[in-house]
């Protein structure tokens, strides 16, 4: 549904669940399955937490060593 340029989305809960990992002691999403869940590419949800650096302290986005 899509109202004053908003879109409304529905997802599943078990979903959600599903793709919350636990790493460094944090609850996470990939920045992949963000996407997945809003239907868009993984590149466009980096670029708009990269535009709004302000909105996204460090606890809540960091970057996955190649070890992780």
Do not use: C, W, Y
């Amino acid at each position: 549904m899509t109202n004053n340029n908003l879109t409304i989305v529905s997802v599943n809960q078990n979903f959600i669940e599903n793709k919350i990992l636990t790493i460094r002691g944090q609850h996470v999403m990939l920045d992949s399955d963000l996407a997945e869940m809003f239907d868009a590419e993984t590149k466009f949800i980096n670029r708009a937490v990269k535009r709004n650096q302000k909105r996204f302290p460090d606890i809540f986005v960091f970057q996955l060593t190649d070890r992780e």
